[in-house]
């Protein structure tokens, strides 16, 4: 059974950072996709950050670029984003989400959320102006 389990939100003041982590069960990342969305009350779903395990590449919204960073260690199974700078804006709960394919073939500028099909319960993080 796939298994996607964020960790590492919290409350942040303005200018601070954060590491949430996505810890996945029951597959290898090999040839998947993982993202990191976020999403506020009321508001679409927002893909923030991607990596693709069958090229190595990484996708970013522009709204993170240049202060979230994603990695991961393969041997922990684990897929990290890092942010940095983080800006009241970035409050939301922040989902990790996999899928059984590379994303390199459908990236036209943004990560969308029905590309995934195995989701995590979400990590709140909450950045304080």
């Known amino acids: 059974e796939v298994q996607l389990v964020e960790s590492g939100g919290g409350l942040v003041q303005t200018g601070g950072s954060l590491r949430l982590s996505c810890a996945a069960s029951?597959?290898?990342?090999?040839?998947?996709?993982i993202g990191w969305f976020r999403q506020v009350p009321g508001k679409e779903r927002e893909g923030v950050a991607c990596?693709?395990?069958?090229?190595?590449?990484?996708y970013y919204a522009d709204s993170v670029k240049g202060r979230f960073t994603i990695s991961s260690d393969n041997a922990k199974n684990t897929v990290y984003l890092q942010m940095n700078s983080l800006k009241p804006e970035d409050t939301a709960v922040y989902y990790c989400?996999?899928?059984?394919?590379?994303?390199?073939?459908?990236?036209?500028?943004?990560?969308?959320?029905?590309?995934?099909?195995?989701w995590g319960e979400g990590s709140l993080v909450t950045v304080s102006s």
């Open positions: 990596i693709s395990f069958d090229d190595g590449m990484t």
């Open positions: 029951g597959f290898t990342f090999d040839d998947y996709a």
């Open positions: 989400a996999g899928d059984q394919e590379g994303y390199g073939s459908r990236w036209y500028g943004q990560i969308n959320a029905h590309d995934f099909c195995s």
